[in-house]
């Protein structure tokens, strides 16, 4: 992993964590959406973690940064390592105390970034400390929305996290408790239920999910349904077995 980074003077309260493969025409616009959204609600940084791309996405985030947008950081891995790993690469060198993440493909929007910020940072809910997204309305093809429907409903069934859309690439955590979590290939799939190991709260918000319009999606029933479902016997292992992080209160 090679870093590319412009740091900025003041030390940001969100990180927005992309990780991206080959997604050179996404890289502008979803960039864009991003300081849009985020700009003057909080001071943020935008963390494109390339993930082994073969096109011109290292290029084009680096354009990015030079129209107007300073506070993008791009990180290389040199060969393809998997989302869980760009994930966790991004998360490990953000500056920021809280995390954002949506994926590189545009289909997540942006927009729905302060409503999950919002709800994680209410101080009424000191134990909250993941909010995932929930893609009441997906816009993908029928084998991917079956393979989701399949994959979410043994996950809910077996880990019992009370989570309707794992797999949603859009989520806000505290990056804190993230670093204390087992790292493994596809972790970013059962993060609720890993959250809930370590002894915090998990909520899912309806968000906006919208079509691929650029690009070529990088998943399919394979690495998508089955991959997933084998991981998730490791997990159920993890989850009977691991003790789980005793909640903390800090006196003032």
């Known amino acids: 992993m090679t870093p590319h980074s412009n740091p900025a003077a003041t030390t940001p ?19 864009r959406e991003i300081h849009a959204a985020l700009s003057g609600r909080y001071a943020f940084e935008q963390i494109f973690v390339d993930d082994g791309s073969t096109d011109q996405t290292a290029a084009a985030v680096i354009d990015a940064r030079a129209q107007g947008m300073p506070e993008i950081r791009l990180l290389r891995h040199v060969q393809r390592s998997g989302q869980s790993a760009a994930v966790a690469t991004g998360v490990r060198h953000a500056r920021g105390r809280w995390i954002a993440t949506l994926d590189g493909d545009g289909q997540n929007d942006p927009a729905d970034f302060p409503k999950l910020l919002a709800a994680l940072l209410d101080p009424a809910t000191p134990a909250l400390k993941l909010v995932m997204g929930n893609r009441t309305t997906r816009r993908d093809t029928w084998l991917r929305r079956a393979s989701s429907r399949v994959a979410n409903g043994v996950r809910s069934w077996i880990l019992e996290d009370g989570t309707p859309d794992t797999g949603c690439g859009i989520k806000v955590f505290d990056r804190d408790v993230f670093m204390h979590m087992p790292r493994f290939r596809n972790m970013h799939r059962f993060m609720p239920a890993l959250f809930q190991r370590e002894g915090c709260r998990v909520i899912s918000l309806p968000v906006n999910h919208r079509e691929r319009t650029r690009g070529t999606s990088k998943y399919g029933l394979h690495n998508r349904l089955w991959v997933g479902i084998v ?17 903390i209160h800090e006196e003032t």
């Open 13 to 31: 309260d969100v990180s927005v964590v992309i990780p991206v493969c080959n997604e050179d025409e996404n890289v502008l616009p979803l960039a």
């Open 231 to 247: 991981d998730l016997f490791g997990v159920s292992w993890l989850m009977r077995r691991a003790s789980p992080r005793a909640p």
